[in-house]
């Protein structure tokens, strides 16, 4: 297969780019670097199945050309990090909006099957546990930037079926709940990569809110698997899929293992989130996803529990 890869140089984009090359398929990048790094793909650089071009995904006749020269389309580029994305919003809606439109009209043209990613952000602060992806959503108001995320995601995500419907563009819409592991940057908010950092400086870790607020924190390894897996399974085309991890921790307990596996003398602190983000910052309470879906489809569990993924954040950092 020749996959065209959108946000290659991003934190899961690369780790995409490693394992389709790994079995053979070539790989074309395409990244803006606005919150792509390079170095996440200088190790793959050389390779012979590899391309990249440092552009971005709104330049339609670049676009148009590589979509025409791939057979799959992995849509991984967008604004991400709620703290880039209550930063600056406009690059938010920018990315995530005209870029899918972009993504999705080429991807229609040549008829080639297009994989967004999209994101549990989607679910916005519904309640249920777990979520399932036929959930209502429940997002708050649009004097919050952080909701311009979850609304730009789920465009996408009615974009992506539309185009399925109507005019029978084969999609598969992969919806990501908290994805970590080595390479991640803790610039855009990213609580892991933030802790784990703090607790190697023996600084303070800092907790936004009470801390009693729980994630599930996937491995990207074995969250990309689930999404090769799925682009390849025909059944899967025109379905929405949770993928994520089920082991829950609230934020402190987080702060805590990370502080004892890396052996740190850091102190927590709790900052509020009006603080930490911005007037009125709404957080939610918990999020598990439900992964009955893919599952059923692939047979796919997450393998590197929680302990793991800490284990080599930890190592790789301090490397
Ligand atoms: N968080 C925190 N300290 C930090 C960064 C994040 O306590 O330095 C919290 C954040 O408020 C959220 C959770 O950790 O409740 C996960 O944040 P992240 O941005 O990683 O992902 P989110 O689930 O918000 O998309």
């Not at 025909?234 to 890396?262: H, M």
């Not at 599952?295 to 796919?300: D, E, H, M, S």
Request: neutral net charge; contains cysteine; proline residues 4%.
């Amino acid at each position: 297969m020749r996959a065209l890869i959108t946000g290659g140089c991003g934190f899961i984009g690369s780790y995409l780019a490693e394992a389709l090359l790994a079995r053979g398929d070539t790989v074309t990048i395409v990244d803006d670097l606005s919150t792509g790094r390079f170095e996440n793909i200088a190790h793959l650089v050389g390779l012979p199945g590899l391309e990249y071009a440092i552009e971005t995904i709104t330049n339609e006749a670049v676009m148009d050309r590589l979509a025409s020269q791939c057979d799959i389309i992995y849509h991984l580029a967008a604004a991400v990090g709620v703290e880039l994305v209550v930063r600056d919003p406009v690059h938010v809606l920018e990315t995530n909006v005209q870029g899918a439109e972009v993504i999705f009209r080429v991807g229609a043209r040549y008829r080639k099957k297009v994989v967004p990613a999209s994101t549990s952000e989607v679910y916005g602060k519904g309640t249920r546990v777990p979520f399932s992806e036929n959930d209502d959503r429940t997002l708050g108001p649009t004097t919050r930037s952080r909701w311009s995320y979850a609304c730009s995601k789920a465009l996408d995500e009615f974009m992506a079926l539309a185009y399925y419907r109507q005019k029978s563009l084969p999609v598969v819409i992969t919806r990501f709940f908290n994805t970590v592991g080595p390479r991640q940057s803790g610039r855009y908010g990213m609580v892991i990569p933030r802790f784990v950092r703090q607790a190697l400086a023996d600084e303070p870790i800092t907790i936004y809110g009470d801390g009693k607020q729980s994630r599930c924190f996937a491995y990207v390894g074995d969250v990309v698997r689930a999404v090769v897996a799925l682009a390849d399974s025909p059944s899967a085309v025109g379905q929405v899929y949770n993928i994520g991890s089920t082991e829950e921790v609230t934020i402190e307990q987080l702060a805590r293992r990370v502080i004892t596996l890396s052996g740190s003398k850091s102190k927590l602190t709790f900052i509020p989130y009006d603080q930490a983000y911005e007037e009125g910052f709404e957080d939610m309470l918990r999020r598990v996803p439900d992964i009955s879906k893919v599952r059923a489809a692939i047979g796919w569990e997450p393998v590197v529990d929680l302990d793991g993924i800490l284990t080599r954040v930890i190592a790789s950092m301090r490397a």
